[in-house]
């Protein structure tokens, strides 16, 4: 599918005011992505000559969002308008490129399908303009398509400009387009700001190629929501809303299962093996990977996450940039972040958090725990409560534990420390010295049995408590006698 005859041209210099917000519109998020990616994305299988983007409001950060997609830009300052910015993107068309399409960065739900369908329709008609329009239930603040009895364009009315039949118009302007640039380049020219916002309308030179007798058509989107533009909040939840059901909806075709799917919120590029199943409320977020058979119940959240086969995450489980092998279980309520790596059939229980830290296979870690910087051989079992104190005010600093070791509960391992193979630590100690394979480390105070001592104690509190008693017996006594009087 290459074009090498067609500059894409990709209006994103807008400010969005009626987002409300100090971020540009097209740098707003739906579907896990910038908007203006989306738009990026849609296009590159076309293969086009160039892809640019015109930028203007918050420049360098759309830049930075669009360069690394291999899209060149056009510097648009002031923003004038639609068709300004088509003729500041003229400076870095090529001479030789044909045609144009023209897309808006606030539309990002297009699919190459459908921008290849408006090429090769407005290569077939020989038109000078080929708008892609839709049919939409509610077309307010949109423009209008007007078409002449032969079915062709006459003219785009923008909203405020609808005349009370107009208004009933139905087919919208997608704001995408296919032009011929050797007929758009003069109708550009002679573009006068007669509106509102004094802004050159780009809208306004399918009117001006009307006029010169040019031939403007327009081919209906399948598909309406392909054309839906992010102007408001609720257009970018609506908007979103779409692209989550995609992935959803793609999911499920390579044979996840998905309880409650509208609760379930996918990025893009998150990878899924067959019969794994997502429980409700989940988020699937980044370049997280899930093998297959695995079950990540309901609530939790993974970012960055690889999930090897038949992993079971519980309920309300954070995993983020970290790696669990075949089988791992972990949560509910667990934590594991920053490169944690739990080998095969490791497990972490509720309220363990896990950094920077290499769990071997098998390793148990239940409950209540923080393990930083710690790498735990095989089979080894983490008591409730061990702490890794990994970090002295300024350095990090490892924790190595061996094979088969066991860590006795409410442990405070101070790190810089190892804890040879085989080895115990008693429940309840601070170590703070390696403890070698095989040994028991023990640090922690003698404890001493005073025996009859609770018996003493009680035979002392109910001397000095009857006095106190029989007093205030005495004025309860008095209190009650005032009251019945
Ligand atoms: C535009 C169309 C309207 C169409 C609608 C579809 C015009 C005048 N109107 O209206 O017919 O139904 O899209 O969504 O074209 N931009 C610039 N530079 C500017 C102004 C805008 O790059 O000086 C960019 C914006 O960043 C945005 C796009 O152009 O990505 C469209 O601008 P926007 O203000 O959203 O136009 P609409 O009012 O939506
Ligand atoms: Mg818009």
């Known amino acids: 599918m290459a074009n090498p005859d067609i500059a894409i041209v990709i209006l994103a210099a807008g400010k969005g005011t009626r987002l409300k917000s100090a971020l540009a519109k097209v740098l707003h998020r739906a579907g896990g992505r910038p908007l203006v990616e989306h738009v990026v994305r849609a296009c590159q299988p076309l293969k086009s000559r160039e892809i640019i983007a015109v930028v203007g409001h918050q420049a360098e950060d759309v830049t930075a969002a669009v360069a690394p997609l291999g899209v060149k830009t056009a510097l648009q300052q002031p923003q004038r308008g639609t068709g300004h910015a088509m003729q500041v993107a003229r400076r870095a068309i090529p001479a030789r490129v044909k045609f144009a399409i023209l897309l808006p960065g606030d539309a990002p739900l297009i699919r190459t399908e459908t921008l290849a369908a408006l090429a090769a329709a407005h290569r077939e008609s020989g038109a000078a303009a080929t708008i892609l329009s839709a049919e939409i239930e509610?077309?307010?603040?949109?423009?209008?398509?007007?078409?002449?009895?032969?079915?062709?364009?006459?003219?785009?009315?923008?909203?405020?400009?609808?005349?009370?039949?107009?208004?009933?118009?139905?087919?919208?302007?997608?704001?995408?387009?296919?032009?011929?640039?050797?007929?758009?380049?003069?109708?550009?020219?002679?573009?006068?700001?007669?509106?509102?916002?004094?802004?050159?309308?780009?809208?306004?030179?399918?009117?001006?190629?009307?006029?010169?007798?040019?031939?403007?058509?327009?081919?209906?989107?399948?598909?309406?929501?392909?054309?839906?533009?992010?102007?408001?909040?609720?257009?970018?939840?609506?908007?979103?809303?779409?692209?989550?059901?995609?992935?959803r909806a793609a999911v499920m075709d390579d044979g996840v299962t998905l309880e409650l799917p509208d609760t379930i919120v996918i990025d893009p590029n998150v990878t899924i093996g067959a019969d794994t199943r997502i429980e409700p409320g989940v988020q699937l977020l980044g370049h997280t990977r899930i093998g297959a058979g695995c079950t990540v119940r309901a609530g939790s959240i993974l970012s960055d996450a690889v999930l090897e086969d038949n992993v079971l995450v519980k309920p309300y489980s954070i995993v983020t940039a970290s790696h669990l092998s075949t089988g791992v279980q972990v949560g509910p309520f667990a934590h594991l972040r920053d490169g944690a790596r739990l080998e095969e059939n490791a497990r972490v229980g509720n309220f363990v958090e896990v950094k920077k830290s290499v769990l071997?296979?098998?390793?148990?870690?239940?409950?209540?725990?923080?393990?930083?910087?710690?790498?735990?051989?095989?089979?080894?079992?983490?008591?409730?409560?061990?702490?890794?104190?990994?970090?002295?005010?300024?350095?990090?600093?490892?924790?190595?534990?061996?094979?088969?070791?066991?860590?006795?509960?409410?442990?405070?391992?101070?790190a810089p420390v190892r804890i040879g193979d085989g080895a115990y630590v008693g429940a309840g100690s601070v170590i703070t010295k390696n403890v070698p394979p095989d040994a028991l480390g023990l640090a922690r105070g003698q404890q001493v049995n005073k025996l009859g001592w609770a018996e003493m104690r009680r035979r002392e509190m109910a001397v000095i408590a009857k006095p106190a008693k029989s007093r205030s017996r005495k004025k309860a006594k008095r209190k009650t006698s005032r009251m019945k009087k």
Request: hydrophobic letters at 35%.
């Open 138 to 247: 509610n077309p307010a603040g949109y423009g209008r398509i007007v078409r002449r009895d032969d079915g062709s364009v006459s003219a785009i009315v923008e909203d405020s400009a609808l005349s009370a039949d107009q208004r009933a118009i139905r087919e919208i302007n997608s704001s995408i387009y296919c032009f011929s640039l050797d007929k758009l380049w003069p109708c550009l020219a002679s573009l006068k700001p007669q509106n509102v916002h004094k802004e050159l309308y780009l809208t306004d030179a399918i009117a001006v190629l009307r006029q010169k007798g040019e031939n403007v058509q327009a081919v209906l989107a399948a598909d309406p929501d392909e054309v839906l533009g992010c102007n408001t909040r609720s257009d970018l939840a609506a908007v979103d809303a779409v692209f989550r059901r995609r992935k």
């Open 360 to 414: 071997g296979e098998g390793v148990k870690s239940m409950h209540l725990t923080y393990l930083g910087d710690a790498r735990i051989g095989n089979g080894t079992n983490i008591g409730a409560g061990t702490i890794t104190c990994n970090y002295d005010g300024v350095n990090k600093n490892p924790t190595t534990i061996g094979k088969r070791v066991f860590i006795g509960s409410d442990s405070a391992l101070v």
